[in-house]
Nanobody, 121 residues
Framework: QVQLVESGGGLVQPGGSLRLSCAASGSIVSVNTMGWYRQAPGKQRELAADITSGGKPTYADSVKGRFTISRDNAKNTVYLQMNSLKVEDTAVYYC???????????????WGQGTQVTVSS
């Protein structure tokens, strides 16, 4: 129906930057909110940032001022620019899209497989 493919994770030193990308593909009819969630070892998955189709972003307090979310609606792609990374940002980052498809006209949540971000010296 809708597939999400993430890229851009990796290992970075504290204070460094990474940019995550997530492209949605498949039998897409419409994509509403897109976002990034993260899950650290032993913790629950939490929202890092999301953005509506109109471009309104929401950020977790822990990433405000350091992360910037953006999207390209024509490409059904969402980006997460992460600056001033901290050790506590280490997690698997999952892309999420609230979308409808030709096979399922009702909006549903779709998830990527996740990309590892490790912040360590």
């Amino acid at each position: 129906q809708v597939q999400l493919v993430e890229s851009g994770g990796g290992l970075v030193q504290p204070g460094g930057s990474l940019r995550l990308s997530c492209a949605a593909s498949g039998s897409i009819v419409s994509v509403n909110t897109m976002g990034w969630y993260r899950q650290a070892p032993g913790k629950q998955r939490e929202l890092a940032a999301d953005i509506t189709s109109g471009g309104k972003p929401t950020y977790a307090d822990s990433v405000k001022g350091r992360f910037t979310i953006s999207r390209d609606n024509a490409k059904n792609t969402v980006y997460l620019q992460m600056n001033s990374l901290k050790v506590e940002d280490t997690a698997v980052y999952y892309c999420n899209a609230f979308a409808s498809s030709k096979l399922s006209p009702y909006y549903s949540d779709y998830w990527g497989q996740g990309t590892q971000v490790t912040v360590s010296s």
